[in-house]
């Protein structure tokens, strides 16, 4: 650095842009955050991480296919239901293997509820509601059926249950009869289509 003679009341110094530069790249700061501590946000800005058609989801015993996904993280997913309780009713969950909100990282936990967030916002646009049913039915005795961990997500209007605690009934005994209201995947593929349409309007992706 030059240096040169000081004034009355200021100084001049020659600033070496190469040696900022320089101390900024040493300074990572994405690098060195504690995940563990703070959680990490890896929600994208648009839709180009979604899965191919053919791509399939090892949700528990059941498979979720490419064309049902509505929206994708890095470790989370959102798709819509194959027995949905009332139309907009769509599942959000964790990528990995797990059977209990317990089981998921610090890491992971924000990535699953920021998309459950973001998917709550966006069913209340879609169904111009502002209210959602979001819940968890973590353990058999919760009335758990999928041993993977899954968030319900379902838009709410007045009077669309007798009393509202229905829903709840409703969710422990909907897909327990496959032999009635399970859609077939071309009726899921449209879904998931006109919802991932409406995402990127409602998101301006």
């Known amino acids: 650095m030059q240096a040169f003679r000081e004034g009355v009341n200021f100084a001049l110094a020659e600033i070496d842009l190469e040696y900022l530069n320089k101390i900024r790249s040493n300074m990572p700061v994405n690098l060195q955050r504690r995940p563990d501590i703070y959680g990490t946000v890896q929600l994208s800005n648009s839709l180009t991480d979604l899965p191919a ?3 399939i989801f090892d949700f528990g015993p059941a498979k979720v296919s490419g064309q049902s996904v509505v929206y994708k993280t890095g ?5 819509v239901n194959k027995k949905p309780v009332v139309p907009g009713h769509i599942l959000a969950s964790p ?3 797990v059977k209990s909100l317990t ?3 610090p890491s992971e936990v924000t990535d699953l509820f920021s998309l459950v967030q973001k998917a709550e916002a966006f069913l209340m646009k879609e169904f111009n509601t502002s209210s959602c049913t979001v819940t968890i039915q973590d353990g058999v005795d919760a009335g758990q059926t ?8 379902i838009p709410r209007r007045p009077g669309d249950f007798q009393d509202n ?3 709840y009934r409703e969710l422990e005994t909907h897909d327990k009869d ?6 077939e995947q071309h009726e899921m593929t ?3 289509e006109k919802y991932r349409l409406s995402w990127k309007n409602i998101f301006r992706l």
Do not use: N, Y
């Not at 470790?75 to 798709?79: I, K, R, T």
């Not at 999928?146 to 319900?152: A, D, G, M, S």
């Open 178 to 183: 496959q032999k009635s209201g399970w859609r």
């Open 75 to 79: 470790s989370s997913l959102l798709f």
């Open 146 to 153: 999928i041993p993977h961990l899954h968030v319900h997500l």
């Open 95 to 97: 990528l990995r293997s």
């Open 165 to 167: 605690d229905d829903i």
């Open 190 to 192: 449209t879904e998931a």
């Open 103 to 105: 089981e998921l990282t």
């Open 53 to 55: 058609d053919d791509w």
